[in-house]
């Protein structure tokens, strides 16, 4: 034990280097690596939050630095609340979330259920389904502007073609009903295959012999479904399904590419409304205190949310 | 209960041959162990049994109906895993359950709460009934999976290694619970294990299989005392078989390559001399590893004996087995 190759490590230190370390204790030597780390983290995490928390209660606007600020109280808070235009956005943004997720979430694992099976090439299929997500949200927008055009568009030409109805009668992206609907099939498309993938990851983890004991035990395959895969998957959904619900929360590129918010404000989800609040409107104080409460609707949903998680995960 | 019949089967995976035209009946009511090392296709004959393989070639018969395209389920076959699988977001009395809330059966609560309370008190898990199937030893694991099987009354149980990680004692308990167990109900039992004490206690008949093939099958005494080759001959018996060049003694018959001398077949105190190299001390017996003419040779003496290391023992061997160049036996 006298020869680790730490004491080796230890050994081939320059003396000057080593004279410079023997002053400071082993606690001393975390903290020196650390600090970096934690330096960046407070300057660029939890300033930043902090100064927001602080400037939602001011009327400041960073486009006139040279003004008196003046502190509000929660005045911004109380106008942001009462607001019927962000209660409007904050449900475009629920319907938004809740379908999406519902939509992911039963594609995905379907998807799973089936590349799980044994078959020639399901490799490849894999890939070939993964492969939206690997594209940039912006160009998945701008290619779904397409596939909705009334005229040429693929979208529509496939509902008519199994519909019967006129391709040219509907438009997805310029409709105040079709919309939030549009933003939703886009965003399925694209991350439907990221939940397929952590599924799978699931269902992998499952050993065979669960299911050949299920088999000698008599149980259907429905029964096994139930008894075996859904509950043993199930902490690998929850997740997909908190990574998907914090990541369409805060959804901007996709939909500003595809909808730019309208027709009207159908589509305008919180983070767009905050953007132009903003940054084209100004109002750094309202838009900070806008922030915090959506931050806090977040972080609130997610610590409740991994809670049920770890309850699972338990089981 | 029922009688199993194994005809020509055949089983590869790739180039691997996993069984080879193995043929064994199973007797209604019996206890049969197959023995074998790892990749002797122990386990392989259990699925083909089971269901959860089909083989190449061959038919398999359990109390008399083709198995031929049925699916586990169809064959009313019990089955212990050696890797346990237990359901493991359920808990001990779920997995314990399981088998019999299946649709086909129409177990009422009541007989279902019976059975597993019996099962539970025969294995020693009541305490855990209610635990969660992962916060168990793997000796309990094995014990529950055990459960799981015996709350039914299958057709035939199926159990591949089920002792295989529990402690001494406990071992030794179950063996005896499971051959009781087995010889009240009358069920009918293949049994997988590589452990010969397992074999020699516990069964009715014994399979021994290498490489695929099942080179002998009768009672544990048989198969001891008339061993068909050398291979057999060494699956039983501790310590184990000693295997030397047929001419060491002499009076070997025609053919003979080899001479195969169990402990009991060496007479000491007369014939050639030997040097005893150490005395192993058990208890209840005394090993001796004596060196004779360059052979080494394990056997057995009086728990008692006076004898060191140097010392020189005569021995001669008495009715010991023939093998030819093959490995098989002389009758």
């Given amino acids: ?315 | 209960m029922a009688e199993v019949t194994l005809t020509g089967i055949t089983k590869r995976y790739g180039n691997d041959v996993a069984l080879n035209d193995v043929t064994m009946t199973v007797p209604d009511g019996s206890f049969v162990v197959l023995l074998g090392p790892t990749g002797a296709g122990k386990t392989t004959t259990l699925r083909m049994v089971s269901g959860l393989d089909t083989p190449d070639l061959g038919t398999v018969t359990i109390g008399g109906r083709d198995m031929a395209g049925l699916m586990p389920a169809q064959r009313d076959v019990a089955m212990v895993f050696q890797q346990y699988s237990l359901y493991p977001h359920l808990t001990v009395r779920q997995n314990l359950e399981f088998p019999l809330k299946s649709p086909i059966l129409k177990t009422s609560q009541k007989e279902i709460d019976r059975k597993v309370g019996e099962v539970g008190e025969m294995l020693q898990i009541s305490h855990k009934l209610d635990n969660k199937a992962t916060a168990l030893s793997g000796g309990e694991m094995q014990r529950v999976s055990i459960g799981r099987a015996l709350v039914r009354d299958p057709a035939v149980f199926l159990m591949d290694e089920p002792l295989s990680s529990l402690d001494a004692k406990l071992r030794a308990d179950l063996r005896v619970e499971l051959k009781s167990i087995q010889a009240d109900s009358g069920a009918t039992l293949l049994y997988v294990t590589h452990d010969q004490i397992e074999a020699m206690t516990m069964a009715t008949h014994v399979g021994v299989l290498d490489k695929g093939r099942l080179v002998q099958f009768g009672p544990p005494r048989e198969i001891y005392e008339q061993p068909v080759s050398i291979y057999a001959a060494s699956r039983l018996g501790q310590p184990r078989i000693n295997v030397l060049p047929a001419e060491v003694f002499g009076g070997a018959p025609e053919g003979a390559r080899t001479i195969g001398l169990r402990p009991e077949q060496i007479r000491q105190g007369d014939g050639e001399e030997s040097r005893v190299e150490r005395v192993e001390r058990l208890g209840d017996q005394t090993r001796l590893h004596l060196r004779f003419k360059s052979h080494d040779i394990v056997t057995v003496t009086d728990a008692h004996t006076e004898l060191k290391p140097g010392d020189r023992v005569k021995i001669r061997p008495e009715k010991p087995f023939y093998f030819d160049a093959s490995g098989a036996r002389l009758a």
Avoid at chain 1, 2 to 15: C, E, N, Q, V, W
Avoid at chain 1, 151 to 180: C, E, H, K, R, W
Avoid at chain 1, 208 to 217: H, T
Avoid at chain 1, 288 to 315: D, H
């Fill in chain 1, 1 to 315: 034990m006298t020869d680790t190759s730490i004491d080796k490590l230890a050994r081939a230190t320059p003396k000057t280097v080593a004279r410079r370390i023997k002053g400071l204790s082993d606690r001393g030597i975390a903290w020196l690596f650390v600090a970096p780390t934690i330096f960046l983290l407070l300057a660029v995490n939890i300033f930043p939050l902090i100064w927001t928390i602080r400037l939602s209660f001011t009327d400041f606007r960073v486009n006139r630095p040279n003004r008196d600020v003046e502190w509000v109280g929660l005045r911004n808070y109380e106008r942001i609340l009462t607001d019927p235009d962000i209660w409007a956005t904050m449900q475009a943004t629920a319907h938004f979330l809740f379908w999406t997720i519902v939509f992911q979430v039963l594609i995905g694992f379907f998807l799973a259920f089936l590349i799980n099976k044994k078959f020639k090439g399901n490799d490849l299929w894999t890939t070939i389904i993964v492969f939206p997500m690997m594209l940039s949200p912006a160009v998945v927008g701008n290619f779904w502007t397409f596939l909705y055009q009334p005229q040429i568009g693929l979208f529509n030409y496939v509902v008519a073609f199994f519909t019967g109805v006129d391709p040219a009668s509907f438009s997805m992206i310029g409709s105040v009903n079709l919309a939030p609907w549009a933003i939703v099939i886009a965003d399925t498309w694209m991350w439907s295959p990221f939940v397929m993938l952590i599924c799978l990851a699931g269902l992998r983890s499952i050993p065979d012999s669960i299911y050949e004991a299920a088999e000698c035990d008599r149980a259907s395959k429905w029964r096994q479904f139930w008894t075996i895969t859904v509950p043993m998957v199930l902490p690998f959904l929850m997740l997909a399904v908190l990574f998907r619900g914090i990541e369409n929360f805060k959804m901007f590129d996709l939909v500003v590419q595809l909808t730019g918010g309208g027709p009207g404000n159908t589509t305008t989800l919180t983070s767009i409304d905050l953007k132009r609040e903003a940054f084209e409107r100004w109002r750094t104080g309202y838009s900070s205190a806008y922030a915090v409460i959506l931050f806090v609707t977040v972080f609130g949903l997610a610590s409740i949310y991994v809670k049920a998680l770890n309850k699972v995960k338990e089981r």
